[in-house]
């Protein structure tokens, strides 16, 4: 890129050509970049055809208006990866993401969480999208939420929440924050898309996990929590709710020898 500095300050006529090349050659490279975090997390799961997985994602948002990807665009991705009962140790989470992550990190045989998945891991943290009449994978300048509802970022959480809640089964965990105004929002993914899908008949129990801040006055008792707690008993699904210190969930992640989900 040194060299396109040095051309650009040529003739009007190089400096436009040049000025083509080199914004090509920029796309190219960040389109590169995405490609190459895809391969190199897919491949720590070996089970995956990473190429084929990399091909239906594409073609989810490629080539396309970046405000117009629906949430179904990502039925052929979800099918080629198709997420695994995990009874018992599923974590939904909202508003809380480094704090169930921390524990995630240290205590993998506990919880399960979206992003422990090969699609969550493959897709955490990246921005993408496409454009009608190119084949490339554009990671800067991609709508977000305020500009469209249905965008390839957003969709794909939509998309991938909702298959991740359809398999939860047994006690589900949720941990969700006590130091916001509406730890339940119904506009968060967790309360819109995955609360939602559990399955009465297989999910038996939500355990939600309200992380506070030390000494904070309990959570559990927000009003929005009593909305979560009236629609589980309306399904039958046992409820429970937890305030739970931000530093005991840290703790806990350091304890190896206690049970899961027995040290709070
Ligand atoms: O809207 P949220 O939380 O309630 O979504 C969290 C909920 C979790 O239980 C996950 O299973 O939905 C799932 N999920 C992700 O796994 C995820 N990873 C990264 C939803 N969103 C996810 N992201 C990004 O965080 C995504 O870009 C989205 O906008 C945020 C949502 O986080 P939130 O508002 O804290």
């Known amino acids: 890129m040194g060299l396109c500095k040095k051309l650009l300050i040529g003739d009007g006529i190089t400096a436009l050509i040049t000025l ?10 960040v389109s590169r970049n995405i490609t190459s975090t895809f391969f190199s997390r897919c491949e720590k799961f070996n089970e995956y055809d990473c190429q084929k997985l990399w091909d239906a994602f594409q073609q989810a948002y490629v080539n396309k208006d970046p405000c117009k990807v629906p949430v179904e665009a990502y039925d052929p991705l979800i099918a080629a990866a198709p997420f695994k009962h995990q009874c018992n140790k599923t974590m939904f989470w909202s508003k809380t993401k480094d704090v169930v992550h921390g ?3 240290k205590r993998n045989d506990c919880f399960v969480t979206l992003e422990d998945t090969l699609l969550g ?12 009449g190119s084949n490339d994978t554009f990671t800067t300048g991609c709508p977000g939420w305020s500009e469209c509802v249905n965008n390839p970022v957003r969709s794909f959480w939509n998309r991938s929440s909702a298959a991740f809640a359809d398999v939860a089964c047994g006690n589900v965990t949720a941990m969700l924050n006590g130091s916001i105004n509406t730890p339940f929002n119904p506009t968060s993914n967790f309360a819109s898309v995955e609360v939602p899908r559990f399955k009465a008949s297989r999910v038996k129990k939500l355990n939600v996990v309200m992380v506070i801040q030390k000494n904070a006055i309990s959570n559990c008792n927000h009003s929005s929590l009593k909305e979560l707690e009236a629609n589980m008993t309306k399904r039958s ?10 530093s ?7 304890k190896p020898e206690i049970a899961c989900g027995a040290c709070w």
């Open 103 to 105: 524990l995630t990190a």
């Open 237 to 246: 699904i046992t409820y429970t709710c937890k305030d739970v210190s931000e």
């Open 248 to 254: 005991r969930i840290q703790e806990c992640g350091s």
């Open 121 to 132: 891991s493959v897709l955490d943290n990246l921005t993408w999208c496409g454009k009608e």
């Open 20 to 29: 083509i090349l080199c914004l090509s050659l920029g796309l190219t490279v």
